[in-house]
């Protein structure tokens, strides 16, 4: 069964610093890769999706990576602003399913 | 094009009643899902479908049933509501990426929040 880990679980920044979240998977049989965003009392809102024979993906000051092979899937946030913060999630499809990891909790200090 | 959509956004029941959710998608997707999410706990998948009158179980499958008699809708029922099941569920559609399978991303639809008393 695969299972998908996110590291940190909770992470405090001030406004303006760069960071990066993590996202490990055990089973590097994936279509692909998605990451997204979900506000306190809201649903998911996909933020980037990157195909398994894709390395990279960039939407704005987001960056998401993917190496298949380590089973690691990283997304950079450039320049954080206070409303980046939210609780960022990476899905893993196999088989017919999409396996979620417990998420990042990110706030971003003013 | 309104997405994913989910009835109702909120709903409170007493122990032993029943219910259901309905989720519904306007893009033409083969595969729907059902999640709970839960604090501390993160998303699980109750059951899904690959496509019409299909419906596979998923991680947490007891105390729920679905149906899937048309393309564009997924029910999710409880038959007998219990305090364990208060929750926020969550319904998501994907297409088929034809012989490639899952390659399509997964839209959410907004959650229904459940409580059981």
């Known amino acids: 069964k695969q299972e998908v880990t996110q590291i940190p679980a909770a992470l405090s920044v001030p406004e303006g610093e760069n960071l990066v979240l993590n996202c490990s998977f055990t089973?590097?049989?994936?279509?692909?890769l998605q990451w997204f965003r979900q506000d306190p009392g809201k649903g998911l809102t996909s933020l980037l999706l990157i195909q398994s024979s894709q390395r990279e993906q960039t939407s704005g000051r987001l960056n998401a990576s993917l190496d298949k092979s380590s089973g690691r899937s990283t997304l950079y946030i450039a320049a954080s602003q206070p409303g980046d913060s939210a609780t960022y999630l990476c899905a893993a499809p196999t088989g017919n399913q999409f396996y979620f990891g417990t998420g990042t909790s990110l706030t971003v200090i003013p | 094009n309104a997405g994913v959509t989910q009835t109702p956004k909120f709903r409170v029941l007493k122990t032993g009643q029943s219910m259901t959710l309905l989720c519904a998608q306007d893009?033409?997707?083969?595969?729907m899902y059902w999640y709970r999410q839960d604090p501390g706990m993160g998303l699980r998948l109750i059951h899904y479908s690959v496509g019409e009158g299909t419906t596979a179980k998923g991680e947490v499958p007891d105390g729920y049933n679905v149906s899937r008699l048309k393309k564009q809708n997924f029910l999710l029922g409880l038959e007998s509501a219990a305090p364990s099941q208060t929750s926020v569920y969550f319904c998501?559609?994907?297409?088929?990426?034809?012989?490639?399978?899952?390659?399509?991303?997964?839209?959410f639809g907004p959650g229904t929040r459940l409580t059981v008393l």
């Open positions: 893009m033409n997707h083969e595969y």
């Open positions: 089973d590097s049989a994936i279509y692909n």
């Open positions: 998501a559609s994907s297409p088929l990426g034809g012989t490639l399978g899952l390659t399509g991303a997964q839209y």
